[in-house]
Structures are given as C-alpha cells and as structure tokens.
RNA sequence: GGGUGUGUAGCUCAGGUGGUUAGAGCGUUACGUUGACAUCGUAAAGGUCGCAAGUUCGAGUCUUGCCACACCCACCA
C-alpha cells in the first residue's frame, strides 16, 4: 500500500484543456470507412449560426457525446457529423437589427451588398457556437463539419427543388399563407404560434338594401370589414334560412354582399352568422375559393391598412380597428361589445402577431410524401423514442397541409425558378435561361425569394455525406443510425427529413429517433430572458467544469418528460467526481506495488467474488440502459454501483487484507480493485470524459491506449452465487450491529467491543472476522456452535444465518437493552400476524399460485424463529 | 374542442408480466472524524403512491370516472 502523489482535487480546466487538444490531435473523433467495422452514425441537430450555446444545446450534445463514445469504444466506425444551420430569418433579423444600428437598410445595401456583409457576419461570429459545442467535450468528427448554404448544400437544395418541380411536387400559387409583417415574409404552418390572448367580440350588424331585414355578425377583428365578401350562416338555422341568397350591405364601405349558407357555421357561436373576408382568413378563403367570392386585401404586406378607405390608409391595425369600431358606433352598427380569449398567431422567430395575407408563393405538394413517411414509422424502420410520440407524428402527418418554402428573404437559398419578363412564363433550372420565352421575349429575372431554412436542414443527413453525388462517405455512413433532439423540432425537422430522405434517397434518414424534452428552470418554467431564469452552460463550466455540467443534465433524466435544471444538481456531480477522484487514489496506492501476474484466481475472497458478480452486473445492466436510451437510469445504476458498493462496501472490507501485515491474498484484493475501477472508469466515460481520461491515464497498469479508444466492458461468465449470498449476509450483519451500536449510545463511537457469533456458516465467519472487527468494531470475533458460555448481559443481533452477541460490560444498561428487545418483538409479532391473516384467507390459500403461498409460509417460520430467539433473550436478562 | 403525457418522501427521480415492511440521491436531524474522500462516515425521521369507484384472494402497478398541471394539435368567427 502506497501514498500516491496526485493534486487534491480534480482539476477540471487544466485536464480538459489537454485531453480535448489530445483527442483532437490524435484523430480520435474522426471516422474511418472501415470495412471490418459497422458504421454508427449521427448527425448533430445543426444549431443556428446566429446562436450561443445554451442549457438545451448543452442537454442534446451531452446525450449524443454519451451514445457516439459508448459506440466508438464498442468498436462500431462511430461517426458524429457536426455543423450549423444559416437560419435564415432568425439570422437575417439580426443582420438586419445590426445594420440598423449603422442607420442601414437593407435595401439601401442592395442583395448583393447585404449577403456580403451576412457572409462577413457569419465569419465572425459563425464559429462561435462550434467552440462551444467544443467546450462540452463533443467528441464530434469535426474535419466532416459543414454548413446548410456550403457549396455542396446548396447543390442538393437546387437538385431537390428542381427535380420535384419538374415532378410536380413542388408548385407556386396564390394562396393565402401566414405573413408576418414584422420579419416581413410568409412563414410556414409549423412556424405559427398560437397564444391566449384578451380581446374583444365585436357585433356588427349588416342591414339590407332596403333595410327590411337585417344580419348581425360577431368578429373579433372589426378592421377586416372593409374586405367582407359575403355573410355566412349554417343552412340547418332556421333564424336566418329566409335570407339565404339575398344580399346585406358592408357598413363604411356600403358593399352589397350575399349571404351564403355552410355546414361550417357553428350555429351556437356568436349571433350564427360570420362575416367572410376571403382575404385575412384561412376559413374564410376556403368559403371563397368555394362559393367564388372576390378577395378584397385590406392589409398590406407591412400590416399597414390598403386604401380601401381613405382615412385609415397606412393606419396599422390596431389604431384602424379603434377608427373603425368609433365610426359604426356613430352609425348606429355596432350592436354589442364583449371581453372575448381567443388565440393568436404568432411568429415563432419574433413573436408578433402573424397576419393571414395572400400571396404568390412556392409549396411543396404534401400528400405523397406523407404516405411514405407515416409508412415507414408504422412498420418499424424507424422507431421513435420515446414510443408514445409515434402518434403526435401521425397525427401531424395525417392531417398535413402543403408546406410553403418561400420566404421573402435574402439570407438562404434563392429559389431557382426564373420569370419571363414580358409574360410571367416560369422557368425553373439551375442557372439564368438563355432560350426565349414562347412569348418571343428573352429577358428572364430570378425569382427573388429564398427557401425555408427547415427545406435544406431536411436534407442535413444526406446531403452532410455529399448527396447527390455517388460520395463513399454516403454509401458508409447513410442511412444513418441514431437522431437526438429535441422534441419541439419533431415537426419542423424530423418529421421533414423523414419524407425528404424517402424522396431523395429512397431510405430512411435514421433508423432511430430519440428525442428529450425541453430544460426548464427548477420550478419548471421555461428559461426565458425575461425571467432571468436562465442557466449558463458556459458559466458552469468555468465554475463547476464540463464533466460536472454533463453529469447535472443527465442526473434524473427521463425522454418523457421536460427536465427541471437547478444548480443543486451540480453539488451532486461535484461530490461525485470527487468521490472518483479520491477513490481512484486510493486505488492506485493500493495497487502499486502489485504484480498482477501472481494473482491467482483461486484466491479470490468471497468479498472478491461478490464484487465480480455485482461489477458484471452492472456492466450488462448499464450497457443495456444506453442501449435504450435511459441515460438517466445508466448513470443512477453506476453511482449506487460505484458510491455504495464498490466505494463503501469493497473498498472498506478489504482495507484489511491491503494494510494488515501478513495476509496473503493481498495480490488478489489489489487485482479487482484494479479491475473494477477501470471498468468504472470505462462505464463512467461517455458521461465524464474529462476526469475518466485523467484518472485512466494514472492508473498504474502500463496500458498503451487511452480511454476514448478502449474497448467497452463486456461481461463475462463468472458466478459466485454462494459467496454472493455469504456477503450479502455480512452485509446485513454488519448493518445491524452498527445500528444496534447507535441505539445503544456506545461511547465512545470507536469502542471496540467482543463479538460472540453463533453461526451454521462458522467457516465463511471465520473467513470474513477480519472484516467483522473491522467495520463492526470487534475487539475479537468469537465463533461457536452454541450459546454456551456467551455472557448472558449482552446484546443480541438475531439473523436467519447467523447471531451476534455483544457483551455489556459496564456500556448499557440492561433495562435499555430489554425495552429495545422489546420493540423487537413487536415488530416481529406484528409481522407475524400479518403473515398468518393472510394464511388464515382460503382464498388466499386457494387461488394464489403455489410458490406465493410456500413463500409466506417460509416467511412465517423464519420471523416465529426470530421472535423465540429474541424472547429467549428477554427471559435470561430478566433472570 | 381534440390528443398525448405527468401526478410516489420537503426536492429530483426509480419502481418488467398485480404478490403483502414502496426504494435511491439530495435536503433535514442525531452522533461521529476511523487506514482515499468532511465534497466524508454511521444511523434516524420522513410516504393513506393526486382523488373516487371497480376488477382481484391481493392494486403504486390493471379498468373507469374525476381533479390538477404540462405539452401538442385544431378554421368557433
């Protein structure tokens, strides 16, 4: 047994510093088309370009880093693509804020001016998240990085579009789209957030030409009047089915408009009847598009009122809304005003409300590529983890509207679709026409809008691997094998890259998805800016480092459910490591001076032996957990595994056998600590890579690789079941003398006292006395058949296999020691009581399967031999 | 309105196919500081398993209903 020199603490920047720069340099995260290997392979959810690393990046890339390390050291070609997303409008926006700061436009700069100084702006501060992604430990291939608008990204985008136009699968059409005025371009379905919000129901009524009868309508947006086209009603409602087929006129604007009949109407809603603005409405434009109504845009593409209405023109919405609520009020129109919560769209990227516009835009036709993408999930080719999200994905997928990939933004791939223009002929192709229009025109302009950022992260897993070209890395690595994210982009990229990878390339993009909740604060609110809620990961890491920042986001970790992330989590992690670092000191003096080839296995101890089997347990149990997914449950089971048994329960038992002079099985003691603490160190590492990687290189065994490319722990056949059992049984010996030491108030805490031991298991007693006097504080184990001779002024610590006795001498008090005998007893009375009610119910008897019934039997032979021990004891001390 | 979850100790979470003393860590309390670690040790307290019915010899576990919370979806203007 040896001291060994090593710092206090682990060190968290100094080691992480280093073995990232050593890892890096020596190649270990890149990936090798290896022949003799199975490929492995994820592909990193590309953050924004835009982005700083936060709680969530942090979470998804711990998650990732934990399975690619665990199948790199299972020897599978473990492929990690790393890289960034353009964002186009969340990066645009911020382009935009800064030139405005300068007092720029982006119009002043022109398209050409402004992609410049985006391009310049990605430069800048592009790399920033790959840093920290680095920070983390992500052990990504980062020689394979790339970026959703590199050169060969845009390709596969250009090929993508070109290919389903020309199949038909992508179309242009006016149609009515969200629009936000604010980022000032449409935006898909998915990217709509409805939010609660206070407003008003206004009623409004509708006169008849000759004012002989009259219709009120409800709204909750008064200032889309002036675009009314009709007036609905159920057909079924007989309050309004005389009007059907005349005309009411549209107060302000004095349009004369028909009343229409449509299922659709709720009758119970309102006044029955809705005013149709085929313009601002997706229902409403359905009935348009139905009944061949005019559409009358009121609102324009800056959601400033059109002049439809000279005084509220260039009026916003709100402000037009109040002019306009005042003016039927003054004309007697306005019937009723209620408080009124409703939903409303909003942008997922800035927030504002979204304003339903119609517009030339370009969609990608849904319906035959939602068929194959629900197919594929349906018969297993990919499994969605966890399983209960399979149905929120059909769900979507089933009810799919077409999706629109146009956005009115310079910042992204510019749709390659080109106008005649002198007709308007759409050509769609890779580069400006040189042909002429059939028109006989040959002027041709580009189409000025770019793609939806989510049309080429739909393409991220082949088009990374240098889709469409016939790329080795693409036959290797694809269809890849693993996706982790989170679950709010199911929609906006995992549901997309499964039909774009079936389209494309004819196969699954991944064969398995799992996806984890959102980080929220501890008392479960998301982390927001507003309520400062928020938690650094790169502060934690200069404070805490990043193994104890892996460990805090996968403690307690479940894919169901959002995670609650408080710093409390750190205190654990920290002790944990500290826990490691001190235990693997310990064991690396134990083993120094050890020479392993003398050891011999027909030496091993029982407490060896239960360490093996308890070691090749966890082995198997932990592999399996990842397999699965469980992080959380992989590393619970390896810190009770690590803390309780190995720690508390090995390292304490065999502290004699290292220290004591003379014992012979020291060589076998030091070998499976040895053992066992590598194999923790082997388990611990995809969690805690850093400070396993620092230890491992420590550890005295002459090996020649580092941990990151050593092989996983498999575990082997080896069983002890009897020795197993035999500790396990000096576990719970030991236990009950300490407790019975506690409640007895032995003074001093060490004392040590006699231990008179009555045991059909004498040999393996003897074996483990060293242990007993050890960590039961016995001056002497005394081992005999009988009770013979065992001072009768002791106390007595019953078990099925074995009794203890512990002389008084002058300690206790005898009273004290009946009063506990006592409760004993009660306990034991009460146990068995419970036993024998249950016997005693026939129907128990009867219907319960056999091996249930003989085991309550067992159970009640086994406490009625314990309450006559203790009763026994009771009647010699009251003697 | 529909869907999907969640609800177990003060907190964070475990609890295959129902089996009778419901577990762990953190926190709390008491005692302690012993050969790696006070970022430690020994022990204790703490739970009518959201509520109510039902199925069953037996329910934390299965069924139904309800309550609370969360998330997703949806064209009640």
């Known amino acids: 047994m040896q001291q060994i020199e090593m710092e206090k603490y682990f060190e968290p920047a100094a080691a992480e510093e280093k073995w990232y720069h050593f890892w890096s340099d020596k190649g270990y995260f890149k990936a090798h088309r290896d022949p003799n290997k199975t490929p492995y392979t994820i592909m990193i959810p590309p953050p924004n370009i835009t982005g700083k690393l936060h709680i969530g990046h942090a979470l998804t890339m711990t998650l990732q880093d934990i399975t690619i390390r665990m199948k790199r050291m299972q020897g599978y070609s473990a492929l990690w693509l790393p890289g960034t997303d353009h964002a186009s409008i969340a990066t645009e926006a911020k382009i935009v804020e800064m030139l405005r700061k300068e007092g720029v436009s982006k119009e002043d700069l022109g398209r050409e001016g402004f992609l410049r100084r985006a391009w310049d702006w990605k430069k800048e501060y592009g790399g920033t998240i790959i840093k920290q992604l680095k920070k983390l430990g992500s052990s990504c291939d980062w020689d394979r990085e790339r970026f959703t608008l590199d050169e060969g990204l845009s390709n596969a985008v250009q090929k993508v579009f070109i290919d389903m136009y020309n199949e038909g699968l992508i179309y242009r059409g006016e149609r009515l789209v969200n629009w936000c005025p604010c980022c000032h371009t449409s935006i898909s379905d998915a990217e709509v957030e409805y939010e609660e919000e206070q407003g008003h129901l206004w009623y409004i009524r509708y006169d008849a030409p000759d004012k002989s009868y009259s ?34 006129v549209v107060p302000i604007v004095n349009r004369e408009i028909p009343i229409i009949a449509d299922p659709f109407v709720e009758m119970e809603f309102g006044t029955g009847a809705v005013k149709i603005t085929p313009a601002h409405d997706f229902n409403d434009f359905a009935a348009g598009k139905k009944f061949g109504l005019e559409i009358i845009k009121v609102i324009d593409e800056d959601g400033k009122m059109l002049p439809l209405v000279p005084k509220y023109a260039g009026q916003d919405i709100l402000t037009a809304r109040a002019g306009i609520v005042e003016e039927l009020k003054e004309l007697g129109n306005l019937t009723k005003i209620e408080p009124y919560m409703h939903k409303v769209g909003k942008c997922y990227r800035c927030h504002n409300t979204v304003e339903p516009l119609v517009s030339k835009q370009w969609f990608v036709k849904m319906e035959t590529l939602a068929k194959p993408a ?71 302009v580009q189409d000025d809008d770019t793609l939806d950022t989510w049309f080429s992260s739909a393409l991220w897993p082949f088009s990374t691997l240098g889709w469409p070209e016939k790329t080795e890395d693409l036959s290797y690595f694809y269809p890849t094998s693993t996706l982790i994210t989170g679950r709010d982009i199911l929609f906006f990229w995992v549901a997309r890259m499964i039909f774009s990878a079936l389209k494309q390339t004819g196969k699954v993009p991944f064969k398995t998805v799992a996806m984890h909740g959102l980080v929220r604060d501890a008392l479960g609110r998301k982390m927001s800016k507003s309520l400062n809620n928020g938690v650094d990961p790169l502060e934690v890491i200069s404070e805490f480092g990043a193994d104890a920042l892996r460990f805090s986001l996968v403690q307690g970790l479940n894919l169901e459910t959002d995670i609650k992330y408080s710093k409390d989590k750190l205190t654990v992690a920290k002790a944990f490591i500290n826990k490691l670092w001190n235990s693997a000191k310990f064991v690396f003096g134990a083993i120094a001076d050890t020479d392993f080839k003398s050891c011999d296995p027909q030496k091993l101890q029982p407490e060896d032996k239960w360490m093996i089997t308890k070691l090749n347990e966890i082995i198997t149990s932990v592999t399996a957990e990842l397999e699965k997914f469980e992080y959380g449950l992989a590393l619970q089971k390896l810190y009770d595994f690590f803390w309780n048994d190995f720690c508390s329960t090995y390292i304490e038992m065999v502290k004699p056998r290292l220290m004591d002079e003379g014992v012979e099985t020291k060589t076998e003691a030091a070998h499976t600590l040895y053992r066992v603490m590598k194999a923790v160190l082997l388990l611990l590492n995809p969690f805690l890579p850093f400070v396993t990687e620092e230890l491992y290189s420590k550890l005295p065994d002459g090996h020649d690789k580092p941990l990151i490319i050593t092989d996983w722990p498999t575990a082997n056949a080896e069983k002890y079941p009897e020795d197993f059992e035999n500790i396990e049984l000096l576990k719970y010996f030991i236990t009950s003398i300490r407790n019975v030491r506690v409640n007895m108030n032995i003074q001093p805490n060490r004392k040590t006292t006699l231990i008179f031991v009555t045991t059909s298991k004498g040999d393996f007693i003897r074996t483990v006395a060293p242990i007993l006097k050890k960590l039961a504080f016995a001056k002497d184990v005394i081992i005999q058949p009988t ?34 005998l006592n409760t004993e007893k009660a306990k034991y009375q009460e146990m068995i009581a419970r036993v024998e009610r249950q016997l005693a119910n026939e129907q128990f008897v009867s219907k319960a399967p056999k091996e249930k019934v003989d085991e309550q039997r067992q159970k009640l032979a086994d406490y009625q031999k314990l309450l006559s021990a203790t009763d026994e004891r009771l009647a010699m001390l009251k003697k």
Not at 220 to 246: C, Q, S, W, Y
Not at 400 to 419: E, K, M
Not at 787 to 808: H, M, T
């Open 215 to 248: 219709v009120e309508v409800a709204t909750t947006r008064p200032e889309t009047m002036l675009g009314d086209t009709a007036v609905a009603v159920n057909p079924k409602d007989e309050r309004f089915a005389h009007m059907i087929g005349k005309t009411v």
């Open 787 to 820: 009770k013979d001779g065992i001072p009768v002024n002791a106390i007595a610590v019953e078990s099925l296999a074995a009794s203890a006795y512990i002389p008084f001498e002058d300690l206790v008090d005898v009273a004290a020691e009946i009063e506990r």
């Open 374 to 444: 629900i197919e594929v999930v349906k018969n297993k080719e990919i499994k969605i983890i966890p399983e209960r999200d399979e149905k929120v994905y059909y769900h979507w997928m089933e009810n799919i509207q077409d999706w629109c990939v146009s956005r009115q933004l310079w910042w992204g791939h510019r749709i390659p679709a080109y106008y005649c223009t002198k007709c308007g002929a759409i050509h769609v192709g890779e580069s400006m026409p040189t042909h002429t229009c059939s028109c006989g025109n040959n002027t041709w």
